[in-house]
């Protein structure tokens, strides 16, 4: 399963968010190192299902499907709060970089409003600067991976020269373990113009980074986005990074919460919701109520937590939604489960590949596989696009 690390300073508004989205208990509190543990659960990002277009009734088993949107499980792991130093040990250090190996995908919230310090501490609004928090845990997390890649340089060098060994495999055996692949560091090396036996302090620097954001791109989620001093800073980060979504946490987690007492209908990424039970709501609640209307979804279209679900998996990890099934005349699985699972898988992939996501036996067994919804047989170089249905035929 997709892993997405939800990262940050302490006091911006994670836990906040990793709640609203895993519909978690995850305890929040106004003070650093709230959250020392990595908290783990499930999310879903929505795609539309085939269900609707093809007048079915699906029956998902690894997935749900509400109203026509299919809603796939990622996990989402709750690391606890960086501070700057954090690579050097500082604040709870290397325990919370080590908890970002194994993501690919990195939502890192920060307090857009200016009311937390650097290092997660309470202050008058407006006071703090949210760019420089982008810039620390940037930074944070490329020493954290160069410290990995930088021991033992010298030696390892020496023995790529004496084994001619491929420098490329040599780094990607120095990164084990942290979810870098073989094709990312090539790629990542290509722009790098000096030779690696002349490469210096900052050349390794800028290989991390090059690696980084091919595999292991960043969304900048700018949480508390109703506050009054946040629309200048939005703006400002909007200017100078390219994947920003504005956010209130707080409020996808009240409006979550409402529903589930059933006094709203509301569904995450609604750009509003309906009172069901208004004897049900005290004043305060009402005022809350509007509030979020007004300053939120009125203001942003909504609260900005399931579009940054959708933003991380769809669009920086550039999946698609693919849906595998057995009998291709009845689009369902052995045991009659309509369009039973829904896949997550790159954009570019072929028909194998998706039958090695499924199990290694059916890998291994592919001879090729059915557009279900065209009854034809596809190339073996064709490309899957979302929402396609495919079955996989083996021998």
């Not at 209908?265 to 609604?270: E, L, P, Q, R, T």
């Not at 933003?311 to 849906?323: E, G, H, R, S, W």
């Not at 592919?366 to 490309?383: E, G, I, Q």
């Amino acid at each position: 399963m997709l892993q997405i690390a939800v990262t940050g300073k302490p006091n911006v508004g994670k836990s906040s968010f990793f709640n609203s989205a895993t519909s978690s208990q995850v305890e929040m509190a106004d003070y650093p190192f709230t959250t020392i543990d990595a908290n783990k659960a499930i999310a879903h990002v929505i795609n539309p299902c085939p269900c609707k277009e093809l007048e079915l009734s699906c029956n998902p088993r690894n997935s749900k499907c509400i109203e026509g949107n299919r809603l796939i499980p990622v996990e989402l792991i709750d690391v606890a709060g960086l501070v700057p130093g954090a690579h050097e040990g500082k604040g709870l250090g290397n325990k919370f970089l080590d908890d970002l190996r194994q993501a690919k995908v990195f939502i890192h919230v920060i307090d857009a409003s200016g009311s937390t310090d650097e290092e997660g501490r309470p202050v008058e609004e407006g006071s703090h600067d949210p760019l420089e928090d982008i810039e620390f845990l940037e930074y944070e997390i490329v020493m954290w991976m160069y410290g990995i890649l930088n021991q033992n340089w010298s030696r390892l060098i020496r023995k790529i020269e004496a084994e001619k060994l491929d420098v490329s495999k040599v780094i990607f055996e120095q990164l084990s373990g942290t979810g870098i692949s073989l094709e990312n560091i090539v790629d990542a090396k290509r722009p790098i113009e000096n030779d690696y036996t002349k490469w210096e302090d900052e050349d390794k620097i800028q290989l991390v980074k090059n690696l980084l954001k091919i595999a292991k791109p960043m969304l900048i989620i700018a949480n508390k986005a109703d506050l009054p001093s946040s629309g200048k800073n939005i703006e400002r980060i909007k200017e100078k990074y390219p994947n920003v979504i504005p956010a209130s946490a707080e409020s996808e987690l009240a409006l979550v919460r409402a529903n589930e007492a059933g006094l709203i209908s509301y569904v995450s990424g609604d750009s509003d919701f309906e009172i069901k039970n208004k004897d049900g709501l005290n004043e305060n609640q009402l005022k809350a109520l509007d509030y979020i209307k007004e300053n939120v979804l009125q203001k942003y279209g909504d609260t900005g937590v399931s579009k940054a679900l959708n933003t991380a998996i769809f669009d920086l990890l550039n999946m698609i939604t693919v849906y595998p099934v057995e009998d291709e005349h009845k689009f369902t699985d052995q045991k009659g489960n309509v369009l039973p699972d829904a896949i997550l898988i790159p954009n570019g992939a072929i028909p194998r590949e998706l039958a090695y996501l499924i199990h290694t036996d059916i890998g291994d067994k592919f001879m090729h596989a059915v557009d279900a919804r065209k009854n034809m047989r596809v190339a073996s170089d064709y490309v899957l696009s979302n929402g396609d249905i495919i079955s996989i035929i083996t021998n």
